[in-house]
């Protein structure tokens, strides 16, 4: 391809990055609540006496959630009108997002499930009519520069590095990671690790730009398949981490060996304030 077919690609997958986050029922710029689940019963509803606070537009009780022995269960308050994926809701204990099919709660506007993140279990809370839906006015990025799609040496290790990882709400996790990416810029090698992403790698890092015109926290960078020792890496393809839209994300921080010491001028800049 031509650095022109390259840019053009490049645009594209900003536009429909752009769309998702748009269109998705269950997009980071919708996300209404995040909820930390505590032994026992935690009611939930827009009365400020419950456990768990939703917005006004809730029901006043909408019902209450059960976490025991580490399984989370559902009771409907009287009067409510709740779904499971389409049906009915179940019984039996909830599948959190870390399950094939995990079940997704829809009352009203609002959608929840359950999710877990190292040692916590909590419930996450979207509200398909949030206003930031309404206000999405498109997303930042900086102009597209061929000079940063470098084809990178690529290093597997064997089989992997364990990596000690932390997230935005402060787990701390043990990640696999599935080589290094080898590249060179301004006359420096540089290096940062890759985890496994299933038809490709992906990458999360840190630069000089971050909390300049770039998210904070840092961005992420996905791939395709090394061939032959070698794997581009086109940083007009960097995003950022869903908490650069919303307060009720959990992101994984990148590890300390992927913090960058230059500025990587290019892919998506600062949303709004940052989280």
């Excluded at 269109?23 to 919708?30: D, K, Y």
């Excluded at 976490?67 to 009067?79: E, H, I, L, R, S």
């Excluded at 086109?234 to 959990?250: G, L, V």
Aim: aromatic share 12%.
């Amino acid at each position: 391809m031509s650095n022109n077919e390259h840019e053009l690609a490049v645009m594209k997958w900003r536009e429909e990055r752009a769309e998702r986050l748009r269109t998705n029922e269950r997009s980071w710029l919708v996300l209404a609540g995040l909820f930390w689940l505590k032994e026992g019963d935690n009611s939930f509803g827009s009365d400020p006496a419950y456990d768990f606070v939703l917005p006004e537009a809730a029901p006043a009780k909408a019902g209450v959630f059960r976490f025991k022995g580490g399984q989370v269960t559902v009771t409907v308050a009287p009067g409510i009108e709740m779904t499971c994926n389409g049906g009915e809701v179940p019984t039996r204990a909830l599948l959190d997002d870390q399950q094939e099919n995990p079940d997704f709660l829809r009352m009203g506007r609002f959608i929840l499930v359950v999710i877990r993140r190292g040692t916590s279990t909590l419930i996450r809370v979207w509200d398909v009519d949030h206003p930031a839906r309404a206000e999405f006015g498109g997303l930042n990025f900086y102009p597209y520069k061929p000079e940063y799609r470098i084809v990178a040496k690529y290093e597997g290790y064997a089989p992997f590095k364990m990596v000690r990882q932390k997230d935005i709400i402060g787990e701390t996790y043990d990640n696999k990671m599935l080589g290094q990416v080898v590249f060179t810029w301004d006359g420096k090698e540089y290096r940062l690790d890759a985890e496994d992403a299933g038809d490709g790698l992906f990458i999360a890092f840190r630069d000089v730009t971050n909390a300049k015109t770039t998210y904070a926290g840092g961005r992420y960078l996905l791939t395709d398949k090394p061939e032959n020792g070698q794997v581009v890496v086109d940083f007009n393809r960097a995003y950022n981490m869903p908490c650069a839209y919303t307060m009720f994300a959990t992101c994984g921080l990148p590890p300390a060996e992927n913090r960058l010491p230059i500025s990587i001028e290019a892919g998506e800049q600062k949303y709004k304030d940052d989280h």
